[in-house]
């Protein structure tokens, strides 16, 4: 990382990928992608900005153009740079609580739904959108701020080893996996192999850190294993009455949760399960945090699905619409 060459100050600024959002007194980073190059921008970001700083890859066909502009760094790969940046920023973090979120499904509902109630306990910041790759998840670390508490994070996958990658990266205080289905079952082969790529979190939690599975999943007992052998504390949601909380439909709008001995109700907007666990999802993370749930019962009751992710919209008495 001697490229970064930390007397430019960049380690604080806001750092941009889009040639169209980038900003005065900021760091673009020239991504080459399937569809275009970010280095076809140099020039633009140059001219338009006269505090902003380039980086490129050394290799870049003009580099030799801009070797001696004191705004723009050469690296050997740009991606990497994001990469080995955001290893830099999370041990900067190193006292900032993080949260990993995989799964086969729901990461972006939950994302969504524990920033919107941990926010309301302290500052909190999210993954941006669905950014769970290996672009997306380093490149909103590095657009982290040390005043954020709370940090969101998603990680996704579409082969073996990139959660391993991504987690590595991340080192979440808790690591969450919401399901095992067959999403990426192509790129995969089996449902045991997504099983193996989800577990892949589980060995890059921070050291007495904690799990949180979903007992009504199959896999359950075996991540559960892994989870014993990496030393984590083991949580879990379901409706499964052994979970660490569970619930139970009492009406078309009343749940009863069981956090432990705590028994409780609570009246849902949505009573889809997949809304349900969600919910008790966040209840584990601040009981685990040791943050009051009885604010959260009120935040938690209102809660929706995110648009296009199973909201019930009632149209009358007799008609509803599912929004998925």
């Not at 806001?14 to 140099?42: L, T």
């Not at 290996?134 to 005043?147: A, H, M």
């Not at 969450?176 to 989800?198: P, Q």
Request: charged share 25%.
């Amino acid at each position: 990382m001697k490229n970064l060459n930390l007397k430019q100050n960049i380690i604080n600024k806001n750092y941009f990928i889009d040639s169209r959002d980038v900003k005065e007194n900021s760091v673009f980073i020239c991504i080459k992608g399937p569809n275009n190059d970010g280095h076809n921008y140099v020039n633009y970001v140059l001219n338009n900005f006269s505090k902003t700083i380039v980086v490129c890859e050394k290799h870049w066909k003009y580099a030799k153009k801009f070797e001696k502009n004191k705004r723009v760094i050469f690296c050997d790969s740009t991606r990497k740079f994001i990469k080995n940046l955001a290893q830099i920023k999370r041990l900067i973090f190193n006292n900032n609580f993080f949260i990993g979120i995989t799964g086969s499904s729901g990461k972006t509902t939950l994302k969504e739904i524990l920033f919107n109630t941990l926010k309301k306990y302290g500052s909190a910041y999210k993954s941006k959108k669905s950014y769970n790759n290996d672009i997306g998840l380093p490149f909103t670390l590095i657009n982290q701020k040390r005043s954020s508490k709370y940090n969101i994070y998603e990680v996704g996958m579409n082969k073996l080893g990139e959660i391993n990658d991504l987690s590595k990266i991340l080192k979440p205080n808790i690591g969450i996996i919401t399901n095992i289905g067959e999403a990426h079952l192509g790129n995969l082969g089996s449902v045991n192999n997504i099983a193996k790529a989800k577990s892949e979190i589980i060995k890059n939690i921070t050291k007495n850190g904690a799990i949180i599975l979903n007992r009504d999943c199959r896999f359950y007992e075996k991540l559960k294993k892994i989870s014993k052998y990496n030393k984590l504390k083991i949580l879990s949601f379901g409706s499964n009455v052994r979970s660490t909380i569970s619930y139970k439909i009492l009406s078309l709008n009343i749940v009863q949760i069981k956090l432990r001995n705590i028994i409780f109700k609570l009246k849902v907007i949505n009573n889809n399960s997949n809304n349900i666990k969600n919910i008790l999802v966040c209840f584990l993370v601040l009981n685990y945090l040791n943050l009051n749930i009885n604010l959260a019962k009120t935040i938690l009751k209102n809660i929706r699905s995110i648009r296009g992710r199973g909201n019930i919209i009632k149209i009358d008495k007799n008609i509803s619409i599912i929004d998925d």
